[in-house]
Each structure stands twice: as C-alpha cells, then as structure tokens.
C-alpha cells in the first residue's frame, strides 16, 4: 500500500515536471538582455534548468554539448544567437560590420558538423546582411532580430505540416517505433517524427510507440520517452538492441525518425543506429518514415558518401552515465554521432510540404518546387 502511494507520487511528479517541460520552449530570445535561452537538455530528465547563454563561446558550447540539440533547434539556437553577437557589435560601418558577422559566424558553424540546419541558419541569417548594403547598421541589426524570430515561428509551422502527412500514414492503434530524440525538444514545438503521434494524440488514435534508448547519449530514453509519457502517450522504452525483437513480434506497423541531412538522392544522415533499424524494418517489412522539415534537405550533397560524420569523444561511449569505467583504460572507440540510411531502406521522406517517394532525386525536387511556389504566392 505504502509503495504504492510512494510509487503514485513519484509518477506525478515526473509528469508535472515533464508536463511543464513541454509548456517551456526549448529555445528562446531574451530581447530584454540579449541572450539565447536554452532548456539544458543534458540534465533532463532528472532536472529542469535553464541557461542563458550571451557570448559566442556560451552558445558555441552548448551546441557542441548537446545542451540545445536536434537539428532544428540547432537551427533556431544559432540564429538567435548570431543576432545577439551581432547586436552587440559595436561599429555603425558596413563592411566591418560584415566581416565581424561572418568570423562569428563562421565560428557557431563549426560546432557541428552534420545537422545541415546550422548552416543553413546561419546562411538565411547572413543572406539578410548581404542584401542589405544600403541600409544602416541599427536597421540590420532590427533586420536580423525579425529574421530569427521567423526562423523559429516557422519550425514551428513546419512541423505542424509534417505531423499532419505523417499522420496520412498512420492507422488508430497503429504501433510506431522512433529513434533518438526528434520530438518537441529537438524543435520549438510538436517534433518531427513525434509530430503524427501528438496530432494523433490529440484526435484519439491511441499509437503504442516504441522509443529506442539511444546510445551512447540516450536521447531516447531521457528525452523521447520523457516527453512522451509526459503527453499521455502509449511509450515503452526499449535498448537500441531490442528493436528487431518488437518488430518480429508485429508489435510495430512503421517507424518515424528525423534527420540532420537528407541528400539529393534520399540517402539520410541520422543519430547513429538508424540505420540498424532501417535494415531491420525492411526485414519485417515494416515502412520506414523519415520526417524531415526541407530545411534539413540539402540539395548541394549529391548523396550519403558525402555527407560529413561527426565524431565524439570515447568517453561518451566508455564512461559517461556509468558509476565507474565500463572498458578497459585504453581501448580503441568509434564512436560516430550519426549514420546514413540508404535511401533504398526508405518508404517516405514526409516533409512540410508534402511526402517523397523514391527515386528521391525527382521527388525531393518536387517538394522544393511546391515550396518555391508556394513562397511566391505568398502576398
Ligand atoms: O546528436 P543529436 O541529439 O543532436 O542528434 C539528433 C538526431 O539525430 C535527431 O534524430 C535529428 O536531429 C532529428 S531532430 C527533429
């Protein structure tokens, strides 16, 4: 009786917690004192803190430490902060100006190197200075803030839309496995991948997902499965390892991943351990979804042999989360962030503005078609 209550309460502190995770947003601009602010997502899910981060090395640190991660946060995380930095410059020239913007810049785009949302970011921030020569420092500075802002208010959009195709692939009581982390704490709100399930949570579809732990950094287990649970859903967390195990029992109906790069031909850079699951799923015939804003899709990388892997440090793999060692001092680690899923493995790339298909080179372009004019249609 007595572990039961205790056993109650925990549960409710953990939804009440996690419950007004998901009322906070994940990355924000403190216009008042210039200042990114991040939920620290190293610490969750055991405690909620808030950094607020104002030099080019705070914010530097906390991409590259995962304290604000998954690509689209990274995105809007670096376009606030390139509008802070360069908020703060202090000359009223032009061409110093720019070129102050381009070394800070230059300097955030290097905290990783995978999720294509930092560049791009980061570009569509530096694109609004070079069209803007004429005007005043103060005015591109005004410029810049109105450009980040629209930055994240379009994740949010953005991922909204992908909810909704995504959810066109779906069936009520359908079972879903994910990998990694590409929820609402990946973005600024909904998620990618978990973008279907929180719209079929709202419309009663009753999903039972599957949430792969995700080694080494366990994005799945400390925040999927987290934010998850704290919405009501059906989650079972299970290790990386278990994943062929629920897929032959029939437990699953189709996964959903995000990204950090889609190339011109579909193949799909991901947190590695991907594509496990995708070769996994095509075993049991199970369809493997990639949910992916287009600004994850990058046209300039011809396919997945070209896209840049990450890689981390071997404590990640040998020591971090553990009370002592878990490998011999010494031993050799590989230890990639991410992998690529050929795009043979894939059944869809559900963007915003529609679903791909394969051959993806056609279909990819398509998609950028619509939005190309759907941005000219725009008044
Ligand atoms: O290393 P991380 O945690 O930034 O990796 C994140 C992922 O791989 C996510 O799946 C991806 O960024 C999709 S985010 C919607």
Not at 36 to 61: H, N
Not at 102 to 115: G, I, N, V, Y
Not at 208 to 229: H, I, K, N
Request: proline share 4%; net charge negative; glycine share 6%.
């Amino acid at each position: 009786m007595e572990n039961n209550r205790e056993e109650l309460e925990s549960k409710a502190k953990v939804l009440q917690a996690a419950d007004s995770i998901m009322n906070c947003e994940t990355v924000a601009l403190d216009e008042e004192k210039k200042a990114v602010v991040i939920i620290d997502q190293t610490k969750l899910p055991g405690r909620t803190e808030f950094l607020r981060l104002e030099s080019a090395q705070e914010i530097w640190d906390a991409i590259y430490l995962l304290k604000v991660r998954g690509a689209p946060a990274i995105g809007v995380a670096a376009a606030f902060g390139i509008y802070v930095l360069a908020d703060r410059m202090e000359t009223a020239d032009y061409d110093c100006f720019l070129k102050e913007f381009q070394k800070q810049k230059e300097f955030l785009d290097s905290a990783r190197p995978t999720a294509v949302n930092l560049s791009w970011a980061l570009n569509r921030m530096e694109s609004v200075v070079l069209a803007g020569q004429n005007k005043s420092v103060a005015e591109l500075k005004e410029l810049l803030r109105r450009e980040a802002i629209a930055i994240k208010e379009e994740d949010i959009r953005v991922c909204r839309a992908i909810g909704e195709y995504g959810l066109t692939l779906l069936k009520p009581g359908d079972g879903i496995l994910t990998h990694c982390n590409a929820g609402q704490l990946a973005t600024c709100k909904y998620g990618t991948a978990t973008a279907p399930i929180y719209l079929g949570q709202e419309r009663g579809y009753h999903f039972r997902v599957f949430a792969d732990e995700t080694r080494p950094l366990l994005q799945g287990a400390r925040l999927t499965s987290y934010e998850l649970y704290a919405a009501g859903v059906d989650v079972t967390l299970i290790c990386d390892n278990m994943s062929a195990a629920v897929m032959k029992n029939g437990w699953v109906n189709a996964v959903l991943v995000g990204c950090d790069r889609v190339a011109q031909n579909g193949d799909v850079a991901n947190k590695i351990g991907t594509s496990v699951v995708a070769a996994v799923a095509k075993r049991y015939q199970v369809p493997f979804y990639v949910c992916a804003p287009t600004s994850t899709i990058d046209m300039d990388t011809p396919t997945g042999v070209d896209i840049r892997i990450e890689e981390r440090p071997a404590e990640e793999v040998t020591t971090m989360w553990y009370r002592e060692r878990m490998a011999p001092e010494g031993v050799r680690v590989f230890n990639p962030a991410f992998d690529v899923t050929d795009n043979d493995l894939i059944a869809g790339i559900v963007t915003e503005y529609g679903i791909a298909r394969a051959p993806y080179r056609e279909s990819l372009q398509e998609i950028f078609r619509k939005k190309k004019a759907a941005a000219e249609a725009k008044p």
